[in-house]
């Protein structure tokens, strides 16, 4: 596993991720980052790629869930088709969405997996919490102004390319 701002994957986009990549690690479960992860921040509801990737986790036996930073009605508003466990100002890099979600989906940190887009999120809280961690590059860069702050500092702190 990672340590500290590391993430044990960085790859280009969450659509790339080969699923037998978590297979072979042992994880059952992976807590999914909504904006810049799945979708834009501009997008409210999920597209049917985003659809799609859900139903390819679950028809391999990985479960999922969505821990995300965002505001109730965000999240809720995102999760209705999805019908996921939804965990929403999660308040990463807090450990405590993660452990709620994880107990949702009756799961151990060592099985489970944060994919996310933000090292000081999603990367230092899944690591704080024993989880595998999966950095993915941003959907998009027109982003808040603090998001953009913190884009800088990453650049400095990871130093590898995503894989394609």
Same mark, same amino acid.
């Given at each position: 596993m990672g340590r500290g701002l590391q993430p044990d994957l960085y790859i280009k986009s969450i659509f790339s991720l080969d699923v037998n990549w978590l297979k072979e690690r042992g994880i059952k479960g992976v807590l999914l980052d909504i904006d810049n992860t799945l979708v834009t921040h501009?997008?409210? =509801?999920?597209?049917?790629?985003?659809?799609?990737? =859900?139903?390819?986790?679950?028809?391999?036996? =990985?479960?999922?869930?969505?821990?995300?930073?965002? +505001?109730?009605?965000?999240?809720?508003?995102?999760?209705?088709?999805? @019908?996921? &466990?939804?965990? &929403?100002r999660a308040f990463k890099p807090s450990n405590k969405g993660f452990l709620k979600a994880m107990s949702e989906l009756k799961l151990i940190p060592e099985e489970t997996a944060v994919i996310g887009d933000q090292l000081f999120t999603d990367i230092r809280g899944g690591? +704080?919490? @024993?989880?595998?961690?999966?950095?993915?590059?941003?959907?998009?860069?027109?982003?808040? =102004?603090?998001?953009?702050?913190?884009?800088?500092?990453?650049?400095?702190?990871v130093k590898n390319k995503p894989i394609e």
């Open positions: 501009k997008q409210k =509801i999920p597209d049917e790629k985003v659809i799609e990737l =859900i139903k390819h986790f679950q028809e391999n036996d =990985i479960k999922v869930a969505i821990v995300s930073n965002a +505001r109730k009605k965000r999240v809720d508003l995102f999760n209705e088709k999805l @019908g996921l &466990y939804a965990q &929403y690591n +704080r919490t @024993g989880l595998t961690t999966i950095l993915v590059e941003p959907l998009d860069e027109n982003e808040p =102004i603090t998001v953009r702050v913190k884009r800088i500092f990453e650049k400095l702190i």
